[in-house]
């Protein structure tokens, strides 16, 4: 069974759990549990079947955890309401706005994207909403958690936490000088590009080098970008390059 699909069921149960204590006090008839599903639609959109996340592939893995759910919880109702966020960063936040309004929602699920997420996030912590993702991992959530975020659970590591454990090691090991290298984004043409392709590798990276920036190494070097499509000999060129500044004056000595 994916870790993933289990994550999601527990975090599903908990959330119908809570639902249910707290409906102990009202009447005994069955109460609703709506989650609120906002993703791009392979259906009205066929050029984002490419993408990781969308309403086809989401709805069926939360139908068959909800069903998992309904035994331990028969007094539920959970009902699933869906909207295409047509992958554009303001839509999914507004939608979840109107189905906040229009009464169809005490869960929201998603957005993954980062754009869309961050807004939708802030948007149920003010409406007192919970909201799941499967994403959430650049630094900003982890930093503003219990400020803009904190109504927001995520299912998937920190990129800011690669931080603590890179620090570990450069402590341990009395390190000082260190380079950083990231390579840009696969440039792509789909509609949605602005809010899909998001620089992973610099949004990994870049909690690093402000992290051990601040700590005043003594030679902190700056990025080096890299393009996906660079030859084998730039690789090679910005490796030496970097391999020479990060390196300790000791490295090269013979014992």
């Known amino acids: 069974m994916h870790p993933l699909y289990v994550a999601l069921r527990c975090l599903l149960l908990l959330l119908a759990f809570t639902a249910f204590v707290e409906a102990q006090g009202r009447t005994r008839r069955k109460f609703p549990v709506r989650f609120a599903v906002i993703l791009p639609s392979e259906y009205n959109n066929p050029e984002f079947k490419t993408l990781p996340f969308s309403l086809e592939k989401v709805l069926p893995a939360l139908n068959l955890s909800l069903e998992r ?71 900003r959530f982890l930093l503003q958690r219990k400020v803009e975020f904190y109504t927001l659970t995520t299912v998937t590591g920190n990129y800011g936490k690669l931080t603590y454990f890179f620090d570990a090691i450069f402590t341990r090991f009395r390190f000082k000088n260190m380079g950083i290298i990231y390579q840009e984004a696969t440039k792509t043409n789909l509609k949605c590009a602005g809010e899909v392709n998001v620089d992973q590798c610099l949004q990994i990276m870049f909690p690093l080098f402000r992290h051990f920036r601040n700590k005043n190494f003594t030679k902190m070097t700056q990025y080096s970008r890299i393009l996906k499509n660079s030859s084998m000999s730039d690789y090679e060129m910005v490796l030496k390059k970097r391999e020479r500044d990060s390196r300790s004056k000791y490295s090269n000595q013979k014992s």
């Open 69 to 139: 759910i309904r035994k331990y919880l028969p007094q539920a109702e959970f009902v699933l309401n869906a909207e295409d966020s047509r992958c554009v960063y303001y839509i999914g936040p507004l939608k979840y706005v109107y189905m906040y309004m229009d009464g169809k929602v005490d869960v929201f699920m998603g957005p993954v994207y980062m754009y869309s997420l961050a807004q939708a996030a802030r948007y149920s912590a003010h409406f007192k909403v919970p909201s799941l993702s499967v994403t959430g991992y650049q630094e």
